[in-house]
């Protein structure tokens, strides 16, 4: 499901860049603009794939601490680096590389831990036994 999540992320980013850079400058403004900018395909296909991320993000934490969710889904930024060279063509700096490395090392850590940290279900935990009439204090 986390393979999901960064797929659909990673693609739904690149059309919508893609779209968006066909489309032009858009402002709040002028929502003809904005209007125009959603049927662009790339755009359409974009915040279709972006919804998908979004279920598939709501499904994880559904089973998953977000704290273990969020780091791992950040393998998407390697993801998108490359698709954003070599698809796009965008120019990637060094020291945007550095940066996605230094991500990618911090998942490792997250991955190592526990995808779900356990707590006691309020149903299971012993209930304190009710006071005796002669420990409890009589307020007039």
Known sequence: ????VTVFAAAG??????????TGNISI??????VAAVLNPW?????????????SYMNAL????????????SLGYVLLALIARFVLHEHVSPVRWLG????SGGVGFVAGGPA?????H???QDRAEPESASSRSLVS
Not at 43 to 55: M, S
Not at 116 to 120: D, I, M, Q, V
């Open 43 to 55: 755009v359409a296909a974009g915040i279709v794939l972006l919804l998908a991320f979004f279920a």
């Open 122 to 124: 309020p149903d299971t």
């Open 29 to 34: 403004h002028h929502l003809e603009g904005v």
């Open 13 to 22: 980013d690149t059309m919508l860049s893609h779209g968006m850079k066909q």
């Open 100 to 103: 996605i490395a230094l991500i």
């Open 1 to 4: 499901m986390l393979a999901g």
């Open 116 to 120: 779900l940290t356990t707590h006691p």
């Open 62 to 73: 559904s089973w998953a601490d977000l704290t273990y969710v969020l780091p791992a889904t």
